[in-house]
């Protein structure tokens, strides 16, 4: 499907603003947010998201710490700064912004386009941030902190569970080796064009599928399967007798 003037498509337009839950009363702003400097050097008339990244960094590190200081009254002003720091990050942004698609409906440069800018995690991270400043300009601060919320209330409760609490590769790495004596292996592939992939992830223990999950990057679908594959384990040791609990500890081929 082509593209609209201005490099604007309505279907990637209505796509990401129902992701979003928000719809725009000023489309002009969601519009701002998605556009690359690439695509204002090619054109010469438009401002590019930079300065939307400025504001929505700002809000998001406000609504993180918000959330973070009311929901978890006592942990430590440091273990508050870790959480905000993790979750807040590049990489983190990065992935949010693959699981809404965001690369679908950015406006990039012919060059930009054409190198895979699409998928580039820092591309990603700062239009995530544009994005959340586009929603508090138009709404206001209580749809940023809803969609805020939205996307990282699980990241950062896990991240509050305490340190690797939010990465469930390290999880099971660790329950593998106490109670296989071996470490996890991943495969994954992708289906999908570049600007759009789908990556699934299978862990194996034993030489047994244990756990398969999918996601829009390669880390989110190797966590998935992390994830089913350490409550797996988990449900095996806990309902396990001491005697089988032993030859689970041992592990076999």
Known sequence: MG???HGVDPAHD???QAALGWHFADPELLHRALTHRSYCSEHGVEESN???EFLGDAVLGFVVTTFAFEQFPRLPEGELAKLRAAV???EALADIAQELDLGASLRLGKGEDASGGRAKPSILADAMEAVIAAVYLDGGLEPATRLVVAVLER???EQATGPGGQDYKTRLQELAAQRCDQLPR?????????HSK????????RNEEYGAGEGRS?????QAAARIAWERLQGEASSASPDRGDRIGVGDA
């Open 3 to 5: 593209r609209a003037m």
């Open 14 to 16: 209505a796509r990401l």
């Open 50 to 52: 930079e300065r939307f």
């Open 88 to 90: 807040v990050s590049a």
């Open 155 to 157: 990241r950062i409760r």
């Open 186 to 194: 991943y495969q994954v592939r992708h289906e999908g064009p570049d």
């Open 198 to 205: 789908r990556f699934f992830a299978v862990v194996s223990l």
């Open 218 to 222: 390669k880390k989110a679908a190797e």
